[in-house]
């Protein structure tokens, strides 16, 4: 049986918690100076296929300048903290934005990214993370409880393997869909062409 690691162990990655952003969006009719804009990655903008509809990111004034530590960089992953717990990889197109308190930045440090991509996304890790809020008030994740997942310990080949096919799935999911709204494309197509 492979060993497990905390997803807080140093050795894995760094967990940072978001941005409240009350303390930092400016409110212009009240007088708050803008001092930049920023687009924020807020929870429905972290799709289950492990993506970011950067199409969608709101984009925020600020009367303050937003803590780096909150800024995605490509390779952050990051991860809503409310059910269903989904996660994605930030890509370059969604690297600079700000994350809210209601997310969480995961910095890999010596784990496979697209390895702990996969294994956030499995059914296990959430059955993890919903163990870590049962019985409370709030089922809100904390950073601290999200820093208690246990994950596998497996050796940097394995993690390659795995996070390999991890992606090679996402892709061809990504791929089904595309087939799927083509076809619906080309049945609104015939129908619009008989009914003329």
């Given at each position: 049986?492979?060993?497990?690691?905390?997803?807080?162990?140093?050795?894995?990655?760094?967990?940072?918690?978001?941005?409240?952003?009350?303390?930092?969006?400016?409110?212009?009719e009240?007088?708050?100076?803008?001092?930049e804009e920023?687009?924020?990655i807020?929870?429905?903008?972290?799709?289950?296929?492990?993506?970011?509809d950067?199409?969608?990111?709101?984009?925020?004034?600020?009367?303050a300048?937003?803590?780096?530590?909150?800024i995605?960089?490509?390779?952050d992953?990051?991860?809503?903290?409310?059910?269903p717990?989904?996660?994605?990889?930030?890509?370059?197109?969604?690297?600079?934005?700000?994350?809210?308190s209601?997310?969480?930045?995961?910095?890999?440090?010596e784990?496979?990214?697209?390895?702990?991509?996969?294994?956030?996304?499995?059914?296990?890790?959430?059955?993890q993370l919903?163990?870590?809020?049962?019985g409370?008030v709030?089922?809100?994740?904390?950073?601290?409880?999200?820093?208690?997942v246990?994950?596998?310990?497996?050796?940097?080949?394995?993690?390659?393997?795995i996070?390999q096919?991890?992606?090679?799935?996402?892709?061809?999911?990504?791929?089904?869909?595309?087939?799927v709204?083509?076809?619906?494309?080309?049945?609104?197509?015939?129908?619009?062409?008989l009914?003329?």
């Amino acid at each position: 049986m492979l060993n497990t690691v905390k997803l807080n162990d140093k050795r894995i990655s760094t967990i940072i918690g978001g941005q409240i952003m009350t303390r930092l969006t400016a409110k212009e009719e009240s007088g708050d100076p803008v001092v930049e804009e920023r687009r924020i990655i807020i929870p429905k903008c972290i799709l289950s296929d492990g993506t970011i509809d950067v199409n969608e990111l709101p984009v925020e004034k600020l009367k303050a300048t937003a803590d780096e530590k909150k800024i995605t960089k490509v390779g952050d992953i990051v991860i809503k903290l409310s059910t269903p717990y989904d996660s994605a990889i930030v890509t370059e197109e969604a690297a600079g934005c700000l994350v809210p308190s209601f997310c969480a930045i995961i910095r890999c440090n010596e784990i496979n990214k697209e390895y702990l991509q996969a294994f956030l996304s499995t059914t296990g890790c959430k059955n993890q993370l919903k163990n870590q809020v049962a019985g409370a008030v709030m089922t809100i994740l904390s950073v601290g409880k999200l820093g208690n997942v246990d994950v596998p310990d497996a050796d940097e080949a394995t993690q390659r393997k795995i996070g390999q096919g991890y992606i090679q799935t996402q892709e061809k999911i990504a791929a089904l869909k595309r087939i799927v709204e083509l076809e619906a494309k080309r049945n609104d197509i015939i129908f619009k062409e008989l009914v003329k």
